[in-house]
């Protein structure tokens, strides 16, 4: 099983999420619609995971931007693969620009954001990673988060790094061969 995980004011049915679907067709590709609330986003996916894990299914994620740094948190929680693609590695600080309302890119319906769900979003940071299950995916010409970051928190994954691009990792599809390969390596 993928789970494949959007990002900040996203939903499930993005075009990362529908190539990723379709590239996988021999596995269970879930692509949750999360709610903006950290701590039920997390909840909602610690329970499919623990299902999962119940019924000796393998588990793997992929996440962007905040799926990102839910993907990181999931990953050293339970030890899986993980895919980051631009993940925000400080999300907490990176979200806290965005305090008021805001607008769900799916559907545009309005959202408030505000401290208490960036307390919820502390309360995961991971300190001391674990790397060596991890894929970095970043692009250098990311305009909503400083790559960098990541590199520096990041620095012994395995690592995609593009000049250009954007914040939605431009040619995503292009790297799924790519991800297939290393969600097979021992």
């Known amino acids: 099983m993928i789970i494949f995980i959007h990002g900040f004011g996203s939903s499930g049915f993005s075009f990362k999420a529908d ?5 996988f067709t021999n596995e269970v ?14 909840t909602t996916l610690e329970d ?12 793997k994620l992929i996440g962007s931007s905040l799926g990102g740094f839910y993907a990181l948190y999931l990953s050293n ?9 631009n993940p925000a590695i400080n999300a907490p600080i990176t979200l806290g620009k965005y305090e008021g309302m805001a607008t769900n890119y799916y559907d545009l319906s309005k959202f408030e954001w505000n401290s208490s769900h960036v307390e919820q979003v502390k309360k995961l940071e991971v300190k001391n990673p674990k790397q060596d299950n991890l894929l970095l995916m970043l692009q250098k010409g990311d305009e909503v988060l400083d790559y ?3 590199l520096e928190k990041l ?26 390969k290393f969600f097979n390596e021992a």
């Open 148 to 150: 960098k970051e990541a």
């Open 29 to 42: 590709v879930l692509s949750p619609s999360l709610t903006y609330v950290p701590h039920l986003a997390i």
């Open 77 to 85: 929680k339970y030890n899986l693969k993980a895919v980051l693609i």
């Open 155 to 180: 620095p012994n994954s395995q690592k995609i790094v593009e000049e250009g691009g954007d914040h939605s990792f431009m040619g995503y599809a292009d790297h799924l061969d790519r991800i297939a």
């Open 48 to 59: 499919i995971i623990e299902y999962a894990l119940t019924k000796e299914e393998s588990v």
């Open 19 to 23: 190539r990723t679907r379709e590239y």
